[in-house]
């Protein structure tokens, strides 16, 4: 049944542009990792090579994701939403600190096993329950004047997406908490809404934003919210990442340092060089005209994701399709966006960029989904 | 939930896909100018941070010149000495600190004063450290100017001493202690009002005050040479470039320094050495005849150029203690002294000149021929002026020019002062340099006073009275002046007239740390003026001089020496009476009364070469108590100190390369 379905070559099926753009990040991601580690003394000089295993790894989940028939993700939609919560719970009773917050589970022990974040399989999970609400609640526009979604119908996607929002932010995790509430509005963003609905929603957003500020928001969340605000006011203390990833990014001017010749990278400027700060050392060394090929290549994979969604055969489909851009976009503005100051600094990896196993799976795992999409368009009718 | 029916809902969402691709390319064209905005507009500003960043300067240290006698000998140089440090916030109070004090051997007091301060800082930053983990921690002095052996014993404990650290600054010293303390002063560290000054002078354009720029930490120069000569001796200190990176690590690898931008490196100027015209063995000459005397001075000077070579003040402190900074005890001691230890006397302090002023009233005399050197005077002891008796030591009787030099006969000196009158006596002693300062060009001087009918006028209402004539030609009243005007002055009588600068700075020579240092500038003489004497007026005064110490009953002739031909005058100057004065324990009231005890002269006195003048306050008789110190001096250079020197300047030659010298 798996197979059965797909009953074109593998050459025609495939989504050739997709692959080869996620391709080419994976390979740049390398690439510029063994530059932004190469300052390293021990454990750090050799992410690059564990990076490929990652890459392997996620592939391989790639190729077995696209290959399973995805209206089975969307039958089980409901059950892997309820494992993927679970874990999220779980990490408060096994979870181990990392910077203060309690994201990871460890599996085989600490030395030998590895680790790995629920958090970011969650951002899958999500698209998938997601696209399975909207895809089992056809609500088609009714009357002259609109019609639509009313508040009452975004009760239920709001607490799914709700529950492990508010988990993930209690860890903290605030950059993983964003992405989430990022693919949800993406995703709801496809359903029509009544125009009285959206005006409520924002009146009630803005409200809930005085309570975060005042009630829910952390001290550091709070400063970073605060430096964003006003950049060079401390450049020390909360603003000193992101104050040095600009001067590297505008250190590397049009054309770059070259390859592994960024200053501030090789100078120790760059904290977190390997995880949130891998592009200012790929700006430094490939200067504007890199940068602004990366920005090209990640415009793409998201803008050919809403083509894979718009030519998708059912609702599911294109919602998750839509999910899953929603997912790399949200990534890479966010990261990009915190580096460069257009946003306050806030933990959020750069899709395939950044070092780290989850992440990596999580991004080609949701690639392995748009292909499985994008693959079937096709096939049923 | 059926798989068919479904697609016809899919166009719910049709409408949406192109305004969310229009979304994504909006929100990624904000990244895109983004960059362009860093990496194209504001790209020098990051690349000058960037650079700044990575690349800082560190200062090289200089070398404060070395200051020499006219011989060699080092009066003023830099030693090696220690400092230590800790890291408060890194160090072991429990295990490591109680090591380091018993290596560094501290008291129990100062031990708990240090720790409370340590405490106090490793708490502050390990607070800071909390809220912000790239907050810098710094290390804090323990003890300065440490000695090697300890140095020794912490680097044997190295290992069990952790985030403790010594460094090698170095250390002003004076190897002659308070022999030279007037003359060469001392230098300690500078403060911060010297560096406020300095910033307010570089605002305003003046740079002149200290030549090059200071920093906290620096010594500079407080008096004596160390301040006059400070342009020279601090030497300017030199800069380098380096690459640290983000954690202060040095980075010296060959791709690290070509971050570096030209000029890498300014090299130090190391301080010019200079070479005094004094002579340590001469001033420590001084130093012992005035073993027995508290409280004067000595200046010698050459007759012939005006070249100091020698500058005594007593009391005197050894000037180590200042670079090390004084406790407050030692300051308090110091500036109690009823003493006043920090005064130059010979040059910041006007004395009456008593008696040794009679040569230059003589001269007064004869050039103006008031009387001429066969004119007598009666001394009956007593001169009547109206209702006022002045005073002779003795009772001369008939006594001409020569006789009163040599007895010092006051009654025939009020008779030449009369003749004369006060103001052709002043313009002789202003010839001479009395009045003026001299120009010596280190420390404070003050100018004396020769009072003329002007001043009187002025300063008395217009009422001059004969009697301040009678005063000024024996040297009292009014006039005054300093020990190293005295010695200028008799210089002039011994070479007939020539009123030298005094000079002290013989050279400056470029430091001779590499082999021989050479003279880079070479002082002349410098001459003041030519005074127009007759010479056989000259002589007359000179030979009553010679009487003086030659003659029996010449005021000095029981203290003269065998060895040199000395001619001189003693003086004893009547101070001003006290009572009672604050900070003097009544107990030694009568030794402030006493007179001032002085002898000025010229030696040999056939062809002067030097001159001495002597002060020893509250000495008593001038014959009594500043001739014998004089004496010594004189004795001392022209039978031990000059031989000595001019055998060195001209080793024993062989019996071959001077056939001349042979008998």
């Known amino acids: ?381 | 939930m059926s798989l068919l029916g479904q697609r016809p809902d899919v166009g719910e969402f049709r409408k949406r896909y192109k305004w969310m691709a229009l979304t994504v390319l909006g929100l990624m064209s904000v990244l895109a100018f983004k960059l362009v905005h860093l990496q194209l507009l504001k790209h020098n500003d990051y690349a000058a941070i960037a650079h700044d960043n990575i690349v800082h300067r560190v200062t090289l240290a200089t070398s404060r010149g070395v200051v020499r006698d006219r011989s060699g000998v080092i009066l003023a140089a830099s030693r090696e000495s220690w400092n230590v440090y800790v890291v408060p916030a890194r160090l072991d109070l429990d295990k490591t600190w109680p090591r380091l004090a018993e290596v560094l051997g501290l008291g129990p007091v100062e031990r708990a004063t240090i720790e409370q301060r340590l405490r106090a800082q490793r708490d502050a930053d390990l607070t800071a450290l909390r809220t912000n983990p790239k907050h810098r921690i710094h290390e804090a002095i323990v003890r300065e100017d440490v000695s090697r052996d300890i140095i020794g014993s912490l680097e044997t404990r190295k290992a069990e001493l952790n985030a403790v650290n010594w460094i090698s600054v170095p250390m002003r010293y004076y190897p002659t202690k308070e022999l030279t303390f007037h003359l060469l002063g001392y230098v300690n560290e500078v403060s911060k009002e010297d560096l406020d000054a300095q910033t307010a002078a570089q605002q305003t354009g003046d740079k002149k005050e200290w030549g090059t720029t200071l920093q906290a930490g620096d010594r500079v120069g407080r008096s004596g040479i160390e301040r006059a000569w400070e342009a020279y001796l601090r030497g300017q200190r030199g800069w380098k470039k380096v690459v640290l990176d983000a954690r202060g690590n040095r980075r010296n690898g060959k791709e690290d320094l070509a971050q570096l931008d030209e000029p890498t490196e300014q090299s130090p100027v190391p301080g010019r050495d200079v070479r005094l015209t004094v002579d340590a063995d001469l001033i420590a000459s001084a130093r012992r005849a005035f073993a027995g005397q508290l409280a004067g001075s000595v200046v010698v000077v050459e007759v012939k150029t005006g070249r100091l070579l020698a500058l005594y003040s007593k009391p005197a402190i050894d000037p180590n203690d200042f670079v090390a900074g004084l406790t407050t005890k030692q300051a308090e001691g110091i500036l109690s002294n009823p003493l006043h230890p920090l005064i130059d006397k010979s040059m910041y302090e006007a004395y009456f000149p008593g008696s040794t002023m009679k040569p230059f009233s003589a001269l007064a005399a004869l050039q103006t021929n008031a009387i001429s050197q066969t004119s007598r005077e009666m001394c009956e002891h007593i001169y009547v002026l109206g209702k006022t008796r002045f005073k002779c030591e003795g009772f001369h009787g008939q006594t001409k020019l020569h006789e009163a030099i040599v007895h010092s006969c006051n009654i025939f000196f009020y008779h030449l002062g009369e003749k004369t009158g006060i103001d052709a006596m002043a313009a002789l002693a202003a010839d001479f340099g009395f009045g003026q300062r001299t120009g010596v060009g280190i420390n404070h001087e003050v100018p004396g006073l020769v009072p003329t009918k002007a001043w009187y006028n002025q300063h008395y209402g217009g009422q001059f009275r004969l009697g301040f004539t009678l005063n000024a030609a024996i040297g009292q009243g009014n006039t005054k002046v300093t020990v190293l005007q005295l010695a200028m002055a008799y210089a002039a009588l011994g070479n007939g007239g020539n009123l030298y600068a005094p000079q002290i700075v013989r050279s400056i020579e470029s430091p001779a740390t590499t082999g021989d240092g050479g003279v880079e500038i070479d002082f002349a003489p410098r001459l003041r003026r030519k005074i127009n004497l007759v010479p056989e007026n000259l002589r007359a005064v000179l030979d009553g001089m010679h009487g003086v110490v030659n003659e029996p009953g010449g005021t000095a002739y029981k203290e003269r020496t065998t060895k040199v031909d000395v001619a001189g005058k003693t003086g004893t100057a009547q101070v001003s009476k006290i009572n009672n004065k604050a900070g003097i324990d009544p107990r030694s009231i009568w030794y402030f009364n006493r007179d001032h005890a002085w002898f000025a002269g010229v030696a040999p006195y056939d062809d002067p070469e030097i001159a001495v003048a002597v002060l020893v306050e509250h000495g008593g008789g001038g014959g009594h108590n500043a001739a014998p110190i004089a004496m010594r001096v004189l004795e001392d250079w022209f039978t031990k100190i000059k031989p000595a020197r001019e055998q060195a300047s001209h080793p024993k030659p062989s019996a071959a390369a001077l056939p001349a010298s042979k008998p």
Not at chain 1, 39 to 57: E, F, P, R, S
């Open chain 1, 1 to 381: 049944m798996i197979a059965g379905n797909v009953n074109t070559r593998a050459r025609d099926i495939i989504d050739w542009p997709l692959l080869i753009a996620v391709l080419l990040i994976g390979l740049v991601g390398v690439v510029n990792l063994y530059s932004a580690t190469s300052v390293a003394k021990g454990g750090l000089a050799d992410l690059y090579v564990t990076q490929i295993y990652w890459l392997v790894a996620g592939g391989i989940a790639a190729v077995v994701v696209a290959a399973i028939d995805y209206r089975h993700f969307e039958r089980l939609a409901y059950v892997i939403y309820g494992g993927g919560i679970l874990l999220l719970i779980l990490v408060f009773i096994l979870g181990r600190d990392i910077h203060g917050a309690a994201r990871w589970i460890d599996i085989g022990g600490k030395q030998r096993g590895f680790r790995f974040q629920p958090s970011e399989f969650m951002k899958i999970i999500l698209a998938i329950s997601l696209a399975k609400y909207l895809h089992d609640d056809p609500k088609v526009p009714v009357g002259p004047s609109g019609g639509g979604r009313t508040l009452k119908d975004l009760i239920v996607p709001a607490l799914l997406a709700g529950i492990p929002f508010a988990l993930v932010a209690k860890q903290p995790d605030l950059g993983t908490a964003l992405i989430l509430a990022g693919i949800f509005v993406s995703v709801m963003a496809l359903g029509k809404m009544r125009w009285q609905s959206l005006l409520t929603l924002t009146v009630g957003l803005s409200a809930f934003s005085w309570v975060a500020w005042n009630y829910i928001l952390h001290d550091y969340q709070k400063r970073r919210i605060y430096s964003f605000i006003n950049p060079e006011l401390d450049i020390r203390g909360a603003n000193w990442h992101s104050h040095h990833a600009r001067v590297a990014i505008g250190n590397g001017g049009l054309f770059g340092s070259g390859y592994m010749k960024g200053t501030q990278n090789h100078y120790l400027f760059l904290p977190e060089q390997q995880s949130d700060f891998p592009f200012p050392v790929f700006a430094e060394d490939w200067g504007l005209v890199g940068a602004l090929v990366m920005i090209g290549l990640y415009s793409f994979v998201v803008l050919w994701g809403i083509r894979i969604a718009s030519q998708a055969k059912d609702r599911f489909g294109a919602a998750l399709a839509i999910g899953i851009s929603a997912m790399v976009f949200w990534h890479a503005f966010f990261n990009i966006g915190m580096v460069t100051g257009v946003l306050p600094v806030v933990g959020v990896p750069l899709p395939l960029f950044s070092y780290g196993g989850s992440s990596v799976t999580t991004i080609l795992i949701g690639v392995g989904l748009l292909m499985n999409v994008s693959m079937r368009r096709n096939t049923f009718a």
